[in-house]
């Protein structure tokens, strides 16, 4: 499924600002990672109203496809396990392989960094495959 491949994602809050993210697509919402050090964080508090649309367009094969979501994103507490599964989708299964900063999401005492989910559950989901047809070369 398109929404399962570790894609980024581009996330729109008030004002406007948009900012590529990574996501996990899960229990019909996106999950991203935040906290204080972030500005998505604070802009969300401020207005919880969201877009955010993942897309992809490979020009050798013709392939585009897109979703785009709406809604009011949700800062929820942290779990680790949620946070395992999205990181792996991005930097793979070895956990030593992986930059010590997204290590430390995973197991830094989130109330000392502060770490939370930004959770979108859509109001509005659409999904599109705009794929085309090369011409031959």
């Known amino acids: 499924m398109f929404l399962q491949r ?3 994602a581009r996330l729109a809050t008030g004002g406007p600002t948009v900012r590529p993210v990574w996501f996990l697509w899960e229990d019909g919402a996106f999950w991203v ?4 050090w972030a500005r998505l964080f604070d802009r969300v508090k401020n207005d919880p109203r969201v877009a955010l649309v993942v897309d992809e367009c490979d020009l050798v094969t013709g392939r585009v496809q897109q979703v785009i979501a709406r809604g009011r994103a949700e800062l929820v507490p942290f779990d ?3 946070g ?4 792996v989708r ?3 299964e070895d956990e030593a392989l992986w930059d010590d900063r997204f290590v430390g999401y995973l197991y830094d005492e989130p109330s000392e960094r502060g770490t939370m989910w930004l959770r979108l559950t859509p109001t509005s989901l659409t999904g599109q495959d705009l794929s085309y047809c090369v011409a031959p070369s």
Request: hydrophobic share 30%; aromatic share 6%.
């Open 33 to 36: 990672l935040t906290g204080p």
């Open 90 to 92: 991005y930097l793979g």
């Open 6 to 8: 570790p894609l980024t």
């Open 84 to 87: 395992r599964r999205k990181l």
């Open 80 to 82: 680790v396990p949620r």
